[in-house]
T-cell receptor
Framework: NAGVTQTPKFQVLKTGQSMTLQCAQD?????MSWYRQDPGMGLRLIHYSVGAGITDQGEVPNGYNVSRSTTEDFPLRLLSAAPSQTSVYFC????????????????FGPGTRLTVL | QQQVKQSPQSLIVQKGGISIINCAYENTAFDYFPWYQQFPGKGPALLIA?????SEKKEGRFTISFNKSAKQFSLHIMDSQPGDSATYFC??????????????FGKGTLLTVNP
């Protein structure tokens, strides 16, 4: 298993440009999430999905769009990049919890380092 | 509103020493408390996790201590090694019908273990 893969690893954009960060997982996990990591801020949840066709907003959703057409893929779209979106982006996936008291592990991808000039 | 507060921001420990990182949470609905380890240029990876029905969990040199009444939990790394040098994040989530996939993270602690 490749686990969670993200492309590209690095990207530089100009303000106003658009792009899509790709995320894929081969573990057949139902849940997928996008986080951004900024120095001294930890990781903050942007959007998440509980299954194909179902997405919802996290803590910092503004400026980002997501869709989930398949179980495997969960792309993150920046429609009009801003310098405030300079960050490292992590995609994560986890399995559905079944049974009381079970807790699922989130598996993180290697990240995409995005710079917006 | 910062729901999970982590301290210290950075920590320097000698090889063989004990590293202690503390976290405090506000939301009493949280019922899953994992610690993630992150090496430079890599994504976070689950290190150890605890549920609030136990006060301590140990896995090798890593121990989580949990104080439900104080809403605090901590990570202890015994016999710290240079290979433990990384950033450590505490996190919390709540299990609601199987939905404990939304993690709230602390801001992280950069641990440096000197040889």
């Amino acid at each position: 298993n490749a686990g969670v893969t993200q492309t590209p690893k690095f990207q530089v954009l100009k303000t106003g440009q658009s792009m899509t960060l790709q995320c894929a997982q081969d573990m057949n996990h139902e849940y997928m999430s996008w986080y951004r990591q900024d120095p001294g801020m930890g990781l903050r949840l942007i959007h998440y999905s509980v299954g194909a066709g179902i997405t919802d907003q996290g803590e910092v959703p503004n400026g980002y769009n997501v869709s989930r057409s398949t179980t495997e893929d969960f792309p993150l779209r920046l429609l009009s990049a801003a310098p405030s979106q300079t960050s490292v982006y992590f995609c994560a996936s986890s399995d559905r919890v079944t049974g009381q008291g079970r807790y699922n592990e989130q598996f993180f991808g290697p990240g995409t380092r995005l710079t917006v000039l | 509103q910062q729901q999970v507060k982590q301290s210290p921001q950075s920590l320097i420990v000698q090889k063989g020493g004990i590293s202690i990182i503390n976290c405090a949470y506000e939301n009493t609905a949280f019922d899953y408390f994992p610690w993630y380890q992150q090496f430079p240029g890599k994504g976070p990876a689950l290190l150890i996790a605890i549920r609030p029905d136990v006060s301590e969990k140990k896995e090798g040199r890593f121990t989580i201590s949990f104080n439900k009444s104080a809403k605090q939990f901590s990570l202890h790394i015994m016999d710290s090694q240079p290979g433990d040098s990384a950033t450590y994040f505490c996190a919390a989530s709540k299990n609601s019908g199987g939905s404990n996939y939304k993690l709230t993270f602390g801001k992280g602690t950069l641990l440096t273990v000197n040889p």
